[in-house]
């Protein structure tokens, strides 16, 4: 699958290969038929580890480590954001994550303090005890019987409330209340606005009129959030604060309106669908492998006993990690992203030309024969200390990389780990029948394509 360098200049490298597609509609039809990631693979194993296709757009995928890597750290200057985020913007607006150059210097500055590992700790207290009250909940509410939920939205419901708890203030829970549809359809439109095949805003089709009402839904949440945060009278340390108190360094103004908004709305739309899709198909990886859940709930019972962890039992859990690490590895949530390349590039000895769409596709690096053993296979040993040492770095990026690497990765990683120990400690954990066979969707992030169905029995102690 590697494609291999030529002694020539760049201008005379071969450019990447790829399938032939239809006249004026390129590839669509197949991703129709195969959907995204059945078609990435496909030409993936046809075509190597760079090919190329016609999405409405011409698209350069890059599936192989070194080439992630040259994308996002190597000459990353070369490959920005640009208009490729512009269906981004139109959704959670201009804050961190579409930022570019020193305007995201700068804001990445600001916020970086709340999700530094000395502030974890804190953060780590209100995971803590939106678990605890989440589970609790379900214990009393059910009693001493088995009962079966739908997995996806029970874990948007619990992330959801985490992320409000813990970088917004827990005391504005209330203010954040927003249906777990408008929520996975504000992701939906961020996919959809992003291809640029959509008419302006304001034409009435049904898709605008859909844009309209979850707008209107998520970004109310957003708002009264910010107004709760703007009644308090003193700084509690939260993101939130953080963002209502910040200054600009020249001008010595507040962050505009706009500008606290869109960080709001970019923690509170994305800051939760890492970890609920993790949970998620950590589920359907489970299905058929009692063995696992069996190690797992050994793990907590004997770290923690009786009680909840904190921050400091996080590295004391660490086959609980290995889990989440192949969970991600599997059905990492985010299959690729894309940059914009500005000058002409190599890549592993094919020419990228100015203005192509270049794609890093994660999914294939998790899954490169190259670099993994048995790559198709649900394996959480394989990042075992021992079996992971000496692994290229690039191989496994669930969360990007480079400087432009998700903020709240970690943050991420200690919240998935807290809420399964909780999971466990309270419940025998059984997976329904058949959520192996659940499929990925790669729509912006990657969800399941039906419910994933659990069934939670209270453990007797």
């Known amino acids: 699958m ?18 032939r597609g239809w006249p004026l509609v390129g590839h669509i039809p197949a991703l129709r038929k195969h959907g995204m990631l059945g078609f990435m693979d496909r030409s993936w194993a046809e075509y190597g580890d760079v090919f190329a296709m016609d999405v409405g757009f011409h698209a350069v995928v890059i599936a192989h480590p070194d080439g992630i890597k040259r994308v996002l750290a190597g000459n990353a200057k070369n490959y920005i954001k640009g208009k490729t985020y512009d269906g981004v913007r139109r959704v959670i607006g201009n804050g961190l994550l579409a930022l570019e150059g020193e305007a995201w210097k700068t804001r990445r ?19 803590v005890e939106s678990g605890r009250q989440h589970f609790d909940a379900l214990k009393e509410k059910h009693g001493t019987a088995a009962f079966t939920l739908d997995a996806h939205r029970d874990m948007v419901t619990l992330t959801l409330d985490v992320v409000v708890a813990a970088l917004f203030g827990r005391d504005l829970g209330g ?50 959030v910010i107004e709760a945060g703007r009644r308090k009278t003193t700084d509690d340390g939260t993101l939130l604060s953080m963002l209502l108190n910040s200054k600009d360094a020249e001008t010595g103004q507040l962050l505009s309106d706009r500008d606290v908004r869109d960080e709001v709305f970019t923690m509170f739309v994305a800051g939760h669908e890492t970890t609920a899709l993790t949970l998620t198909w950590l589920f359907t990886l489970l299905d058929g492998r009692p063995e696992v859940i069996a190690k797992m709930r050994a793990e907590v019972d004997t770290v923690l006993g ?3 962890p904190g921050f400091e039992d996080y590295p004391k859990l660490p086959y609980l990690r290995q889990v989440i ?25 094919l020419r990228i030309k100015a203005g192509d769409i270049v794609m890093p596709y994660f999914y294939g690096a998790h899954r490169h024969p190259d670099f993994w053993d048995k790559p198709n296979e649900f394996d959480p040993d394989r990042f075992s200390a021992e079996r992971s040492a000496g692994r290229n770095p690039w191989s496994y990026v669930p969360f990007s990389a480079g400087q432009r690497q998700c903020i709240g990765n970690t943050f ?44 939670l029995r209270p453990r007797v102690r």
């Open 109 to 127: 500055a600001l916020v970086q303090p709340a999700f530094h590992r000395a502030a974890l700790g804190k953060l780590t207290e209100a995971m």
């Open 175 to 224: 203010a954040a209340e927003v249906s777990y549809e408008a929520l996975g359809t504000a992701m939906e439109l961020v996919g959809e606005r992003s291809n640029g095949l959509v008419l302006p805003k304001w034409v009435p089709t049904p898709g605008n009129r859909r844009f309209h009402r979850t707008m209107e839904e998520v970004e109310g949440a957003v708002y009264r």
């Open 412 to 455: 991420s990683l200690v919240e998935t780990v807290v809420l399964l120990a909780q999971l466990l400690r309270r419940f025998d954990v059984e997976v329904q029948p058949g959520a192996g066979e659940v499929k990925p969707l790669a729509i912006v992030t990657v969800r399941p394509d039906r419910p994933v169905m659990v069934t």
């Open 2 to 19: 590697t494609a291999t360098a030529l002694d020539t200049p760049t201008a005379l490298r071969p450019l990447p290969p790829g399938p």
């Open 306 to 308: 009786d009680r909840d």
């Open 325 to 349: 690490d192949e969970t991600l590895r599997l059905r990492g949530p985010v299959a690729m992203n894309a940059r914009t390349a500005v000058a002409d590039d190599e890549i592993l000895g």
